[in-house]
Protein backbone atom coordinates (compact mmCIF):
# COMPACT_ATOMS: atom_id res chain seq x y z
CA UNK A 1 0.00 0.00 0.00
CA UNK A 2 1.22 3.60 -1.09
CA UNK A 3 1.82 5.93 1.74
CA UNK A 4 3.24 9.17 2.51
CA UNK A 5 3.92 11.13 5.41
CA UNK A 6 1.70 14.74 6.58
CA UNK A 7 2.25 16.74 9.57
CA UNK A 8 4.37 13.32 11.10
CA UNK A 9 1.45 11.00 10.71
CA UNK A 10 1.47 8.28 8.07
CA UNK A 11 -1.86 7.74 6.68
CA UNK A 12 -2.70 5.57 3.55
CA UNK A 13 -2.83 7.02 0.06
CA UNK A 14 -6.44 5.64 -0.94
CA UNK A 15 -8.72 3.63 1.57
CA UNK A 16 -12.29 2.15 1.30
CA UNK A 17 -13.64 5.24 3.20
CA UNK A 18 -12.13 7.74 0.45
CA UNK A 19 -13.79 5.45 -2.08
CA UNK A 20 -16.68 5.33 -0.39
CA UNK A 21 -16.81 9.08 -0.39
CA UNK A 22 -15.98 9.30 -4.03
CA UNK A 23 -18.72 6.71 -4.92
CA UNK A 24 -21.65 8.65 -2.57
CA UNK A 25 -20.13 12.30 -4.53
CA UNK A 26 -20.88 10.97 -7.41
CA UNK A 27 -23.86 9.03 -6.49
CA UNK A 28 -25.37 12.23 -5.29
CA UNK A 29 -24.40 14.23 -8.84
CA UNK A 30 -25.82 11.78 -10.92
CA UNK A 31 -29.08 11.65 -8.83
CA UNK A 32 -29.70 15.55 -9.02
CA UNK A 33 -28.79 15.25 -12.64
CA UNK A 34 -31.42 12.42 -13.29
CA UNK A 35 -34.09 14.41 -11.10
CA UNK A 36 -33.31 17.49 -13.04
CA UNK A 37 -33.67 15.86 -16.12
CA UNK A 38 -36.81 14.07 -15.12
CA UNK A 39 -38.50 17.78 -13.84
CA UNK A 40 -37.53 19.69 -16.84
CA UNK A 41 -38.36 17.28 -19.55
CA UNK A 42 -41.61 18.01 -21.70
CA UNK A 43 -44.84 17.32 -20.53
CA UNK A 44 -46.80 14.57 -21.61
CA UNK A 45 -50.39 13.55 -22.09
CA UNK A 46 -50.00 10.48 -20.06
CA UNK A 47 -46.14 8.98 -19.08
CA UNK A 48 -45.89 5.61 -20.09
CA UNK A 49 -45.84 2.78 -17.39
CA UNK A 50 -43.26 -0.06 -18.28
CA UNK A 51 -44.07 -3.06 -15.56
CA UNK A 52 -40.11 -4.96 -16.88
CA UNK A 53 -38.11 -4.85 -13.64
CA UNK A 54 -35.18 -2.92 -15.18
CA UNK A 55 -37.37 0.31 -14.78
CA UNK A 56 -37.97 -0.59 -11.07
CA UNK A 57 -34.63 1.00 -10.12
CA UNK A 58 -35.06 4.68 -11.63
CA UNK A 59 -39.23 4.62 -10.58
CA UNK A 60 -38.06 3.70 -7.15
CA UNK A 61 -35.24 6.51 -7.11
CA UNK A 62 -37.76 9.26 -8.72
CA UNK A 63 -40.52 7.83 -6.18
CA UNK A 64 -37.99 8.52 -3.50
CA UNK A 65 -36.82 11.94 -4.57
CA UNK A 66 -40.53 12.97 -4.16
CA UNK A 67 -40.73 11.73 -0.81
CA UNK A 68 -37.55 14.21 0.33
CA UNK A 69 -38.74 16.64 -0.54
CA UNK A 70 -42.21 16.88 0.10
CA UNK A 71 -40.27 15.88 4.21
CA UNK A 72 -38.00 19.23 3.35
CA UNK A 73 -40.77 20.99 2.55
CA UNK A 74 -42.95 19.44 5.63
CA UNK A 75 -40.02 20.04 7.90
CA UNK A 76 -39.69 23.76 7.28
CA UNK A 77 -43.69 24.30 7.92
CA UNK A 78 -43.22 22.54 11.04
CA UNK A 79 -40.55 24.22 12.20
CA UNK A 80 -42.26 27.73 11.40
CA UNK A 81 -46.08 27.32 11.85
CA UNK A 82 -45.54 25.20 14.97
CA UNK A 83 -43.35 27.17 16.40
CA UNK A 84 -45.31 30.59 16.02
CA UNK A 85 -48.69 29.02 17.25
CA UNK A 86 -46.85 27.59 20.12
CA UNK A 87 -44.80 30.77 21.16
CA UNK A 88 -46.94 33.65 19.54
CA UNK A 89 -49.66 35.07 22.30
CA UNK A 90 -53.01 34.37 20.60
CA UNK A 91 -51.35 32.93 17.44
CA UNK A 92 -53.12 29.25 18.49
CA UNK A 93 -56.43 30.55 18.77
CA UNK A 94 -56.30 30.95 14.99
CA UNK A 95 -53.56 28.89 13.59
CA UNK A 96 -54.72 25.63 15.46
CA UNK A 97 -58.52 25.47 13.69
CA UNK A 98 -56.85 26.09 10.01
CA UNK A 99 -54.01 23.10 11.13
CA UNK A 100 -57.25 20.90 12.23
CA UNK A 101 -59.06 21.76 8.97
CA UNK A 102 -56.56 21.72 6.85
CA UNK A 103 -55.23 18.26 8.26
CA UNK A 104 -58.79 17.29 7.74
CA UNK A 105 -58.68 17.60 4.16
CA UNK A 106 -57.95 14.34 2.27
CA UNK A 107 -55.14 14.16 -0.16
CA UNK A 108 -57.51 13.97 -3.07
CA UNK A 109 -59.06 16.84 -1.83
CA UNK A 110 -56.08 18.94 -2.88
CA UNK A 111 -55.59 16.90 -6.10
CA UNK A 112 -57.65 19.34 -8.59
CA UNK A 113 -56.27 22.75 -7.21
CA UNK A 114 -52.39 21.83 -7.27
CA UNK A 115 -52.91 19.69 -10.30
CA UNK A 116 -54.98 22.55 -12.73
CA UNK A 117 -52.93 25.07 -11.26
CA UNK A 118 -49.64 24.45 -11.77
CA UNK A 119 -50.33 22.36 -14.97
CA UNK A 120 -51.53 25.77 -15.93
CA UNK A 121 -48.34 28.10 -15.02
CA UNK A 122 -46.02 25.82 -16.12
CA UNK A 123 -48.02 23.91 -19.64
CA UNK A 124 -44.51 22.55 -21.45
CA UNK A 125 -42.91 20.99 -18.96
CA UNK A 126 -42.81 18.10 -16.31
CA UNK A 127 -42.17 20.96 -13.58
CA UNK A 128 -45.94 21.20 -12.81
CA UNK A 129 -47.09 17.75 -12.42
CA UNK A 130 -43.83 16.89 -10.52
CA UNK A 131 -44.67 19.90 -7.76
CA UNK A 132 -48.30 18.48 -7.84
CA UNK A 133 -47.09 15.27 -6.45
CA UNK A 134 -44.64 16.70 -4.27
CA UNK A 135 -47.14 18.77 -2.91
CA UNK A 136 -50.02 16.11 -2.09
CA UNK A 137 -47.25 13.81 -0.32
CA UNK A 138 -46.50 16.74 1.95
CA UNK A 139 -49.92 16.94 2.80
CA UNK A 140 -49.96 13.08 4.00
CA UNK A 141 -47.02 13.98 5.89
CA UNK A 142 -46.75 17.37 7.18
CA UNK A 143 -49.96 17.43 9.94
CA UNK A 144 -48.62 14.62 12.23
CA UNK A 145 -45.23 16.38 12.13
CA UNK A 146 -46.51 19.91 13.20
CA UNK A 147 -49.20 18.31 15.71
CA UNK A 148 -46.43 16.66 17.66
CA UNK A 149 -43.77 19.57 17.53
CA UNK A 150 -46.44 21.97 18.47
CA UNK A 151 -47.47 19.81 21.46
CA UNK A 152 -43.62 19.29 22.45
CA UNK A 153 -43.34 22.76 22.51
CA UNK A 154 -46.65 23.19 24.91
CA UNK A 155 -44.84 20.76 27.45
CA UNK A 156 -41.47 22.28 28.06
CA UNK A 157 -41.16 22.24 31.40
CA UNK A 158 -41.84 25.81 33.38
CA UNK A 159 -37.68 25.47 34.88
CA UNK A 160 -35.99 24.85 31.50
CA UNK A 161 -38.24 28.15 30.37
CA UNK A 162 -36.83 29.79 33.53
CA UNK A 163 -33.41 29.31 33.20
CA UNK A 164 -33.26 30.02 29.56
CA UNK A 165 -35.01 33.73 30.52
CA UNK A 166 -32.27 33.60 33.01
CA UNK A 167 -29.48 32.70 30.38
CA UNK A 168 -30.79 35.71 28.80
CA UNK A 169 -30.63 33.71 25.36
CA UNK A 170 -32.24 34.82 22.26
CA UNK A 171 -35.37 33.79 20.69
CA UNK A 172 -33.16 31.99 18.27
CA UNK A 173 -30.61 30.60 20.74
CA UNK A 174 -33.49 29.36 22.28
CA UNK A 175 -35.29 27.55 19.52
CA UNK A 176 -31.89 25.51 19.16
CA UNK A 177 -30.83 25.07 22.74
CA UNK A 178 -34.39 23.98 24.02
CA UNK A 179 -37.29 23.93 21.99
CA UNK A 180 -35.79 22.08 19.37
CA UNK A 181 -34.11 19.90 21.75
CA UNK A 182 -36.79 18.96 23.98
CA UNK A 183 -39.21 18.13 21.01
CA UNK A 184 -36.16 16.20 19.14
CA UNK A 185 -37.08 12.83 19.81
CA UNK A 186 -40.80 13.51 19.35
CA UNK A 187 -40.16 14.50 16.58
CA UNK A 188 -37.82 12.28 15.12
CA UNK A 189 -40.52 9.66 15.56
CA UNK A 190 -42.98 11.10 14.45
CA UNK A 191 -40.78 12.07 11.15
CA UNK A 192 -40.42 8.88 10.45
CA UNK A 193 -44.31 8.22 10.61
CA UNK A 194 -44.89 11.49 8.82
CA UNK A 195 -42.78 9.79 5.37
CA UNK A 196 -44.61 6.48 6.24
CA UNK A 197 -47.61 8.35 5.85
CA UNK A 198 -46.17 9.79 2.67
CA UNK A 199 -45.37 6.18 1.54
CA UNK A 200 -48.92 5.47 2.81
CA UNK A 201 -50.52 7.76 -0.38
CA UNK A 202 -47.76 7.73 -3.39
CA UNK A 203 -50.15 4.73 -5.65
CA UNK A 204 -52.56 8.09 -5.45
CA UNK A 205 -50.22 10.77 -5.68
CA UNK A 206 -48.21 9.26 -8.49
CA UNK A 207 -51.21 7.77 -10.79
CA UNK A 208 -54.30 9.99 -10.13
CA UNK A 209 -56.88 10.52 -12.25
CA UNK A 210 -59.15 13.90 -12.86
CA UNK A 211 -62.37 13.73 -15.26
CA UNK A 212 -61.16 12.00 -18.79
CA UNK A 213 -57.44 13.06 -17.54
CA UNK A 214 -54.72 10.49 -17.04
CA UNK A 215 -51.60 12.17 -15.11
CA UNK A 216 -48.97 9.62 -14.57
CA UNK A 217 -45.68 10.08 -13.24
CA UNK A 218 -43.08 7.30 -13.75
CA UNK A 219 -42.51 5.69 -10.20
CA UNK A 220 -43.31 3.52 -7.93
CA UNK A 221 -46.67 4.29 -6.69
CA UNK A 222 -47.65 4.98 -10.63
CA UNK A 223 -45.57 1.54 -11.04
CA UNK A 224 -47.81 -0.59 -8.54
CA UNK A 225 -50.89 0.81 -9.42
CA UNK A 226 -50.90 -0.26 -12.99
CA UNK A 227 -49.60 -3.39 -11.53
CA UNK A 228 -53.13 -3.88 -9.78
CA UNK A 229 -54.81 -2.72 -12.31
CA UNK A 230 -53.77 -5.53 -14.79
CA UNK A 231 -53.69 -8.17 -11.93
CA UNK A 232 -49.99 -8.45 -12.44
CA UNK A 233 -48.93 -10.44 -9.46
CA UNK A 234 -45.19 -10.61 -10.52
CA UNK A 235 -45.15 -7.17 -10.81
CA UNK A 236 -46.78 -6.52 -7.52
CA UNK A 237 -44.28 -8.90 -6.56
CA UNK A 238 -41.07 -6.86 -7.50
CA UNK A 239 -42.66 -3.38 -6.49
CA UNK A 240 -43.01 -4.68 -3.11
CA UNK A 241 -39.41 -6.36 -3.03
CA UNK A 242 -38.35 -2.36 -4.39
CA UNK A 243 -40.22 -0.79 -1.80
CA UNK A 244 -38.79 -3.15 0.76
CA UNK A 245 -34.89 -2.39 -0.64
CA UNK A 246 -35.92 1.45 -0.32
CA UNK A 247 -37.20 0.89 3.26
CA UNK A 248 -34.28 -0.62 4.40
CA UNK A 249 -31.91 1.91 2.92
CA UNK A 250 -33.25 4.83 4.51
CA UNK A 251 -33.58 3.31 7.58
CA UNK A 252 -30.19 1.87 7.56
CA UNK A 253 -28.84 5.59 6.21
CA UNK A 254 -30.86 8.24 7.45
CA UNK A 255 -33.39 7.03 10.89
CA UNK A 256 -30.81 5.01 12.69
CA UNK A 257 -27.97 7.79 12.58
CA UNK A 258 -30.56 9.97 13.47
CA UNK A 259 -32.75 8.24 16.12
CA UNK A 260 -29.03 7.35 17.85
CA UNK A 261 -28.73 11.54 17.74
CA UNK A 262 -31.74 12.03 19.45
CA UNK A 263 -31.05 9.96 22.41
CA UNK A 264 -28.55 12.73 23.82
CA UNK A 265 -31.34 15.09 24.31
CA UNK A 266 -33.20 12.50 26.73
CA UNK A 267 -32.37 12.81 30.35
CA UNK A 268 -31.97 9.47 31.00
CA UNK A 269 -28.90 7.62 31.39
CA UNK A 270 -29.47 5.28 28.46
CA UNK A 271 -26.46 2.71 26.67
CA UNK A 272 -25.18 3.47 23.85
CA UNK A 273 -27.15 3.43 21.14
CA UNK A 274 -25.62 2.29 17.80
CA UNK A 275 -25.78 4.25 15.05
CA UNK A 276 -24.83 3.55 10.94
CA UNK A 277 -22.09 1.55 9.41
CA UNK A 278 -22.38 3.37 6.41
CA UNK A 279 -21.70 6.88 8.04
CA UNK A 280 -19.77 6.07 10.39
CA UNK A 281 -16.74 4.76 7.58
CA UNK A 282 -18.01 8.17 5.35
CA UNK A 283 -17.45 10.49 8.05
CA UNK A 284 -13.51 8.67 7.87
CA UNK A 285 -13.41 9.89 4.17
CA UNK A 286 -10.96 12.49 2.65
CA UNK A 287 -13.96 13.89 0.42
CA UNK A 288 -16.36 14.20 3.73
CA UNK A 289 -13.34 15.88 5.95
CA UNK A 290 -12.77 18.29 3.19
CA UNK A 291 -16.86 18.91 2.92
CA UNK A 292 -16.81 19.20 6.54
CA UNK A 293 -14.17 21.81 6.85
CA UNK A 294 -15.74 24.02 3.87
CA UNK A 295 -18.63 24.30 5.28
CA UNK A 296 -16.73 25.15 9.08
CA UNK A 297 -15.42 27.79 7.31
CA UNK A 298 -18.31 28.91 5.83
CA UNK A 299 -19.54 28.68 8.71
CA UNK A 300 -17.54 30.46 11.46
CA UNK A 301 -17.25 33.29 8.88
CA UNK A 302 -20.75 33.58 8.04
CA UNK A 303 -21.69 33.81 12.25
CA UNK A 304 -20.51 37.47 13.03
CA UNK A 305 -22.77 38.54 9.99
CA UNK A 306 -25.90 36.35 11.35
CA UNK A 307 -24.96 37.51 14.88
CA UNK A 308 -24.75 41.22 13.95
CA UNK A 309 -28.17 40.83 12.50
CA UNK A 310 -30.23 38.60 14.65
CA UNK A 311 -28.83 41.58 17.22
CA UNK A 312 -30.41 44.22 14.71
CA UNK A 313 -33.68 41.89 14.25
CA UNK A 314 -33.97 41.82 17.90
CA UNK A 315 -33.15 45.23 19.03
CA UNK A 316 -34.86 46.79 16.22
CA UNK A 317 -37.98 48.72 17.67
CA UNK A 318 -38.58 52.12 15.13
CA UNK A 319 -39.84 49.59 12.65
CA UNK A 320 -42.74 48.35 14.38
CA UNK A 321 -45.43 50.26 12.58
CA UNK A 322 -44.07 49.87 9.58
CA UNK A 323 -44.28 45.98 10.15
CA UNK A 324 -47.89 46.47 11.31
CA UNK A 325 -48.86 48.42 8.86
CA UNK A 326 -47.69 45.49 6.40
CA UNK A 327 -49.24 43.03 8.53
CA UNK A 328 -52.83 44.50 8.03
CA UNK A 329 -52.24 44.78 4.04
CA UNK A 330 -51.25 41.00 3.94
CA UNK A 331 -54.58 40.02 6.40
CA UNK A 332 -56.50 41.65 3.95
CA UNK A 333 -55.68 40.59 0.99
CA UNK A 334 -55.60 37.05 2.35
CA UNK A 335 -58.76 38.03 3.85
CA UNK A 336 -60.10 38.94 0.42
CA UNK A 337 -58.59 36.04 -1.50
CA UNK A 338 -60.49 33.70 1.32
CA UNK A 339 -64.09 35.45 0.74
CA UNK A 340 -63.49 34.79 -2.81
CA UNK A 341 -62.69 30.88 -2.51
CA UNK A 342 -65.77 30.80 0.18
CA UNK A 343 -68.15 32.42 -2.47
CA UNK A 344 -67.11 30.01 -5.20
CA UNK A 345 -67.16 27.27 -2.72
CA UNK A 346 -70.79 27.69 -1.62
CA UNK A 347 -71.71 28.30 -5.36
CA UNK A 348 -70.76 24.64 -6.13
CA UNK A 349 -72.58 23.22 -3.18
CA UNK A 350 -75.71 24.87 -4.45
CA UNK A 351 -75.79 22.65 -7.18
CA UNK A 352 -75.97 19.47 -5.11
CA UNK A 353 -79.18 17.75 -5.18
CA UNK A 354 -81.24 16.20 -2.12
CA UNK A 355 -80.49 12.66 -2.72
CA UNK A 356 -76.60 13.48 -3.20
CA UNK A 357 -76.58 15.55 0.00
CA UNK A 358 -78.24 12.19 1.59
CA UNK A 359 -75.82 9.54 0.24
CA UNK A 360 -72.82 11.81 1.78
CA UNK A 361 -74.66 11.97 5.12
CA UNK A 362 -74.77 8.25 5.06
CA UNK A 363 -71.09 8.03 3.80
CA UNK A 364 -69.65 10.22 6.21
CA UNK A 365 -71.26 8.01 9.28
CA UNK A 366 -70.22 4.95 7.47
CA UNK A 367 -66.74 5.74 7.68
CA UNK A 368 -67.02 7.72 10.83
CA UNK A 369 -67.42 4.62 11.92
CA UNK A 370 -65.11 2.80 10.43
CA UNK A 371 -62.01 5.49 11.51
CA UNK A 372 -63.39 4.95 15.38
CA UNK A 373 -63.57 1.06 15.15
CA UNK A 374 -60.28 0.65 13.46
CA UNK A 375 -58.28 3.46 16.16
CA UNK A 376 -59.98 1.23 18.90
CA UNK A 377 -58.72 -1.78 17.44
CA UNK A 378 -55.45 -0.84 17.16
CA UNK A 379 -54.94 0.84 20.46
CA UNK A 380 -55.53 -2.37 21.87
CA UNK A 381 -52.03 -3.40 20.88
CA UNK A 382 -50.30 -0.52 20.20
CA UNK A 383 -50.43 0.64 23.86
CA UNK A 384 -49.00 -2.18 26.10
CA UNK A 385 -46.51 -3.27 23.03
CA UNK A 386 -45.45 0.46 23.06
CA UNK A 387 -45.07 0.86 26.70
CA UNK A 388 -42.98 -2.24 26.78
CA UNK A 389 -40.76 -1.18 24.11
CA UNK A 390 -39.75 2.50 25.54
CA UNK A 391 -39.65 0.84 28.56
CA UNK A 392 -36.98 -1.57 27.53
CA UNK A 393 -33.71 0.73 25.55
CA UNK A 394 -32.26 -2.55 24.25
CA UNK A 395 -35.07 -3.69 22.81
CA UNK A 396 -35.83 -0.60 21.73
CA UNK A 397 -32.59 -0.58 19.27
CA UNK A 398 -33.56 -3.42 18.50
CA UNK A 399 -37.17 -3.73 17.14
CA UNK A 400 -36.57 0.07 15.69
CA UNK A 401 -35.32 -0.78 12.55
CA UNK A 402 -38.23 -3.69 12.00
CA UNK A 403 -41.06 -0.97 13.63
CA UNK A 404 -39.49 1.38 10.99
CA UNK A 405 -39.70 -0.80 8.21
CA UNK A 406 -43.27 -2.06 9.14
CA UNK A 407 -44.75 1.42 9.50
CA UNK A 408 -42.86 2.58 6.26
CA UNK A 409 -44.02 0.31 4.00
CA UNK A 410 -47.42 1.34 2.27
CA UNK A 411 -50.22 -0.91 2.99
CA UNK A 412 -52.15 -0.41 -0.63
CA UNK A 413 -49.54 -1.79 -1.70
CA UNK A 414 -50.14 -5.16 0.47
CA UNK A 415 -54.03 -4.51 0.26
CA UNK A 416 -54.83 -6.93 -2.89
CA UNK A 417 -53.54 -9.37 -1.10
CA UNK A 418 -55.89 -9.01 1.97
CA UNK A 419 -58.85 -7.99 0.12
CA UNK A 420 -58.24 -11.31 -1.96
CA UNK A 421 -58.09 -13.56 1.44
CA UNK A 422 -61.21 -11.64 2.89
CA UNK A 423 -63.04 -11.96 -0.21
CA UNK A 424 -62.11 -15.62 -0.19
CA UNK A 425 -64.20 -15.69 3.14
CA UNK A 426 -66.97 -13.70 2.26
CA UNK A 427 -66.49 -10.45 3.85
CA UNK A 428 -66.60 -7.23 1.71
CA UNK A 429 -64.84 -4.42 1.00
CA UNK A 430 -66.80 -2.73 4.10
CA UNK A 431 -64.99 -5.27 6.76
CA UNK A 432 -61.95 -4.98 4.64
CA UNK A 433 -61.24 -1.43 4.36
CA UNK A 434 -61.19 -1.34 8.32
CA UNK A 435 -58.42 -3.58 8.42
CA UNK A 436 -56.84 -1.45 6.13
CA UNK A 437 -57.60 1.81 7.88
CA UNK A 438 -55.60 0.13 11.27
CA UNK A 439 -52.86 -1.19 9.22
CA UNK A 440 -52.05 2.25 7.46
CA UNK A 441 -52.65 4.36 11.21
CA UNK A 442 -51.66 2.08 14.05
CA UNK A 443 -48.14 3.23 13.99
CA UNK A 444 -48.83 6.85 14.36
CA UNK A 445 -50.35 5.19 18.33
CA UNK A 446 -47.41 3.11 18.48
CA UNK A 447 -44.58 5.75 17.86
CA UNK A 448 -45.94 7.87 20.04
CA UNK A 449 -46.23 5.83 23.06
CA UNK A 450 -43.11 4.42 22.54
CA UNK A 451 -41.94 8.26 22.67
CA UNK A 452 -43.77 8.78 25.76
CA UNK A 453 -42.75 6.08 27.77
CA UNK A 454 -39.26 6.49 27.02
CA UNK A 455 -39.44 9.98 28.51
CA UNK A 456 -41.18 8.62 31.94
CA UNK A 457 -38.14 9.34 34.49
CA UNK A 458 -36.40 6.78 35.98
CA UNK A 459 -36.89 7.71 39.67
CA UNK A 460 -40.85 7.42 39.03
CA UNK A 461 -40.15 3.87 38.01
CA UNK A 462 -38.06 3.27 40.70
CA UNK A 463 -40.60 4.73 43.57
CA UNK A 464 -43.50 2.50 42.22
CA UNK A 465 -41.29 -0.87 42.10
CA UNK A 466 -40.21 0.38 45.87
CA UNK A 467 -43.75 1.22 46.76
CA UNK A 468 -44.50 -2.39 45.47
CA UNK A 469 -47.19 -0.85 43.17
CA UNK A 470 -49.40 -3.41 41.85
CA UNK A 471 -49.78 -4.59 37.67
CA UNK A 472 -52.70 -2.46 37.44
CA UNK A 473 -52.20 0.33 40.33
CA UNK A 474 -48.84 0.89 38.04
CA UNK A 475 -50.63 1.29 34.89
CA UNK A 476 -53.17 3.50 36.50
CA UNK A 477 -51.42 5.79 38.47
CA UNK A 478 -47.89 6.05 36.19
CA UNK A 479 -48.02 4.48 32.93
CA UNK A 480 -51.58 5.54 31.48
CA UNK A 481 -50.86 9.09 33.07
CA UNK A 482 -47.36 9.76 32.19
CA UNK A 483 -48.03 8.74 28.49
CA UNK A 484 -51.33 10.04 28.35
CA UNK A 485 -50.16 13.43 26.40
CA UNK A 486 -48.18 11.58 23.58
CA UNK A 487 -50.78 8.74 23.41
CA UNK A 488 -53.40 11.67 22.77
CA UNK A 489 -51.59 12.91 20.04
CA UNK A 490 -51.32 9.66 18.31
CA UNK A 491 -55.01 9.17 18.47
CA UNK A 492 -55.43 12.69 16.73
CA UNK A 493 -52.96 11.84 13.90
CA UNK A 494 -54.09 8.68 13.63
CA UNK A 495 -57.46 9.54 13.52
CA UNK A 496 -56.76 12.51 10.56
CA UNK A 497 -54.49 9.77 8.83
CA UNK A 498 -57.59 7.27 8.91
CA UNK A 499 -60.12 10.37 7.30
CA UNK A 500 -57.43 10.34 4.64
CA UNK A 501 -56.81 6.77 4.30
CA UNK A 502 -60.50 5.97 3.60
CA UNK A 503 -60.03 7.15 0.09
CA UNK A 504 -57.91 4.07 -0.33
CA UNK A 505 -59.59 2.00 1.41
CA UNK A 506 -63.03 2.22 0.01
CA UNK A 507 -62.41 2.54 -3.63
CA UNK A 508 -59.91 -0.14 -5.04
CA UNK A 509 -58.95 -1.32 -8.61
CA UNK A 510 -58.67 -4.77 -8.41
CA UNK A 511 -57.70 -7.54 -11.02
CA UNK A 512 -59.76 -5.35 -14.08
CA UNK A 513 -63.02 -4.18 -11.97
CA UNK A 514 -63.18 -1.66 -9.49
CA UNK A 515 -64.55 -2.63 -6.30
CA UNK A 516 -66.38 -0.13 -3.79
CA UNK A 517 -68.27 -0.07 -0.77
CA UNK A 518 -70.47 3.03 0.84
CA UNK A 519 -68.26 5.67 2.45
CA UNK A 520 -67.36 9.15 2.56
CA UNK A 521 -63.77 7.92 0.91
CA UNK A 522 -65.07 5.84 -1.95
CA UNK A 523 -67.59 9.10 -2.82
CA UNK A 524 -64.50 11.69 -2.98
CA UNK A 525 -62.50 8.63 -5.10
CA UNK A 526 -65.83 8.27 -7.68
CA UNK A 527 -65.87 11.78 -7.87
CA UNK A 528 -62.73 12.68 -8.53
CA UNK A 529 -62.55 10.23 -11.35
CA UNK A 530 -65.43 11.42 -13.10
CA UNK A 531 -64.98 15.15 -12.69
CA UNK A 532 -68.16 16.06 -10.47
CA UNK A 533 -66.32 18.81 -8.97
CA UNK A 534 -69.56 20.12 -6.83
CA UNK A 535 -69.79 16.58 -5.19
CA UNK A 536 -66.18 16.63 -4.54
CA UNK A 537 -66.14 20.20 -2.91
CA UNK A 538 -69.25 18.43 -0.70
CA UNK A 539 -67.73 15.48 0.08
CA UNK A 540 -64.30 17.12 1.16
CA UNK A 541 -66.17 19.96 2.99
CA UNK A 542 -68.30 17.35 4.76
CA UNK A 543 -64.75 15.44 5.61
CA UNK A 544 -63.34 18.57 7.28
CA UNK A 545 -66.74 19.71 8.94
CA UNK A 546 -66.68 15.90 10.88
CA UNK A 547 -62.75 16.30 11.88
CA UNK A 548 -63.11 19.48 13.08
CA UNK A 549 -66.04 19.28 14.71
CA UNK A 550 -64.36 16.10 16.07
CA UNK A 551 -61.12 18.01 17.14
CA UNK A 552 -63.39 20.87 18.91
CA UNK A 553 -65.65 18.56 20.70
CA UNK A 554 -63.38 15.71 21.74
CA UNK A 555 -59.81 16.24 21.30
CA UNK A 556 -59.51 19.72 22.38
CA UNK A 557 -60.93 19.12 25.95
CA UNK A 558 -58.49 16.08 26.57
CA UNK A 559 -55.33 18.40 24.96
CA UNK A 560 -56.15 20.57 27.29
CA UNK A 561 -56.41 18.13 30.28
CA UNK A 562 -53.21 16.52 29.31
CA UNK A 563 -51.52 19.92 29.33
CA UNK A 564 -52.76 20.70 32.45
CA UNK A 565 -53.23 17.75 34.72
CA UNK A 566 -51.08 15.14 33.16
CA UNK A 567 -47.74 16.38 31.86
CA UNK A 568 -44.50 15.61 34.14
CA UNK A 569 -43.77 19.46 33.71
CA UNK A 570 -46.72 20.10 35.65
CA UNK A 571 -48.19 19.02 39.39
CA UNK A 572 -51.55 18.11 39.85
Known amino acids: MVTHKQFGQTEKAIGWSDLLGVAVLFAVISGIVVV ?10 MAEIHLEPEYLPL ?13 GLSF ?34 FLPGFVLLLVHLFPHYNLGLELASVLMIFTGQVWNMTFAFYASLKSVPADLVAVARLAKLSRWERFLRLDLSFAAKGLVWNSMMSMAGGWFFLTVCEAFTLGEHDFRLPGLGSYVSLAIERGDGRAQALGVLAMLVMIVGVDQLVWRPIVAWAHKFTDEERAETSGSWFWERLRRSRVWRAGSNSLGFLGRRARPVWTQTASRVDGATASVGVRRWAGRILLVAVGGAVALGVAKYIHLLTTLRMDEWLHLFVSAATTFLRVVLAVSLASLWTVPVGVWIGRNPRWSRALQPVIQMA ?3 PAP ?3 PVAVGV ?29 AGSGAIPRELWEVSRLSRFSWARRWRTLILPAIFPSLLTGWITATGGAWNASIVAEYLKYKGQTLSTTGLGAAINQATAQGNFHVLAAAVGLMAVVVVGFNRLVWRPLSHRAQTKYSLSTSS
Open 36 to 45: AREWSGPLQP
Open 413 to 415: MIF
Open 422 to 450: MLAFGAGLGVSSVLLLMLGTQWYVLFNVI
Open 407 to 409: ASF
Open 76 to 109: LFTMVYGTVMARVRGAERVMLPVLDILQSIPVLG
Open 59 to 71: YTFLSLSRGVAAY
